[in-house]
């Protein structure tokens, strides 16, 4: 059972920056994690959950307008981890956070949450004025 941890959540302030990780576990020699396509989405406060950055299994990054060019997501496969670099940080940004991983196919949309079958439980993310 593939099982994902997120970490590096906090409180800072506008401006600031943060670094998430996510650890990734459980997968099959058959299907290891380099297969798998990963996501992060976060959830404000009386919003919906949205996908800010999706990497595919060759390591190709599309961003959400809202965090292009201030955010930046990777995987090391050789440490199932993906990571998020989230700079210049705006309260708007205040969520929960999670990580998503899954086999997709090639008609499945990775920006949808739908697409994504394991999740983590969330970092919380806090950004004052």
């Known amino acids: 059972q593939v099982q994902l941890l997120e970490s590096g959540g906090d409180t800072v302030q506008s401006g600031g920056s943060l670094r998430l990780s996510c650890e990734a576990s459980?997968?099959?020699?058959?299907?290891?994690?380099?297969?798998?396509?990963v996501g992060w989405f976060r959830q404000g406060p009386g919003l919906e959950r949205e996908g800010i950055a999706n990497?595919?299994?060759?390591?190709?990054?599309d961003y959400a307008p809202s965090v292009k060019g201030r955010f930046f997501a990777s995987r090391d496969n050789a440490k199932s981890t993906i990571y998020l670099q989230m700079n210049v940080l705006k309260p708007e940004d205040t969520a929960m956070y999670y990580c998503?991983?899954?086999?997709?196919?090639?008609?499945?949309?990775?920006?949808?949450?739908?697409?994504?079958?394991?999740w983590g439980q969330g970092t919380q993310v806090t950004v004052s004025s």
């Open positions: 459980g997968f099959t020699s058959t299907y290891p994690f380099n297969t798998y396509c």
């Open positions: 998503a991983a899954d086999l997709l196919r090639s008609d499945y949309d990775p920006r949808v949450q739908e697409s994504f079958g394991y």
């Open positions: 990497i595919d299994i060759d390591g190709s990054v």
